[in-house]
């Protein structure tokens, strides 16, 4: 398995709280992303990194911000949580060359 | 915007069978193709990347082809066992301007397997 893990697994949250999940690897990967998963609509994209500080929005970015400072660490913000980002969120990780991506265990957040 | 679509929703089939889940997308301007399963309360579990160029790819009992043109890819399993149930998911990565791609991953609703014994 991919060197790749993420901190907390499962987080239960109150609205307007901010929430940061952390995303880590051991493979030096280049490529960084942070998908969320929901009944209905699937996996979709949230943000995704291309180095160190360089980030870029995806699909369903709204309402989230990410970071970058390490090539092993990719942060996952969400400023003030809301009940609509009840969701699964995976991490997932690519090498510059082959495209392969592979995901983290994933972290179950809950906002009440 | 790319769209993906995974035909049938849901499959149960007995053990022993040879089986075929369908994937379609919309823009055939793919860098990849990627299938994953994913089991219950877990993560993404890559099974095969098809490069744009590549017609198939092979893994064990997997097989997996893509027809760039008409934007369609097939995952065949062989001889299906209890443990292949889970959910398959195939995903495309659009290429950039020059030929590379950021590998934002666009995904299907996914197949339900179901073999039973």
């Known amino acids: 398995d991919a060197g790749i893990t993420q901190s907390p697994r499962h987080k239960v949250t109150e609205t307007g709280t901010p929430v940061t999940l952390r995303c880590h690897q051991t493979?030096?990967?280049?490529?960084m992303y942070w998908y969320r998963q929901d009944p209905g609509h699937g996996l979709r994209l949230i943000h995704y990194s291309y180095g160190v500080k360089d980030t870029d929005k995806g699909e369903v970015s709204d309402g989230y911000s990410v970071s970058r400072s390490k090539t092993e660490d990719f942060l996952l913000t969400l400023e003030s949580a809301t009940s609509s980002q009840t969701s699964v969120y995976f991490c997932?990780?690519?090498?510059?060359?082959?495209?392969?991506?592979?995901f983290g265990p994933g972290t179950r957040l809950t906002v009440l | 915007k790319q769209e993906v679509t995974q035909i049938p929703a849901a499959l149960s089939v007995p053990e022993g069978e040879n089986l075929v889940l369908n994937c379609s997308f919309t823009d055939s301007a793919i860098y990849n193709l990627q299938w994953f399963r994913q089991d219950p309360g877990k993560g993404l579990t890559s099974l095969l990347l098809?490069?744009?160029?590549?017609r198939e790819q092979t893994s064990g009992r997997l097989n997996a082809s893509l027809d760039k043109s008409s934007g369609r890819s097939t995952l065949y399993i062989a001889a299906s066992q209890p443990g292949d149930s889970a959910t398959y998911l195939c995903?495309?990565?659009?290429?950039?301007?020059?030929?590379?791609?950021?590998?934002?991953?666009?995904f299907g609703q996914g197949t339900i397997l179901t073999v039973h014994p």
């Open positions: 997932a990780i690519r090498p510059e060359v082959g495209g392969e991506q592979f």
């Open positions: 493979e030096n990967h280049r490529y």
């Open positions: 995903a495309v990565t659009p290429s950039n301007a020059g030929g590379t791609s950021y590998g934002k991953l666009t």
């Open positions: 098809i490069q744009s160029s590549q």
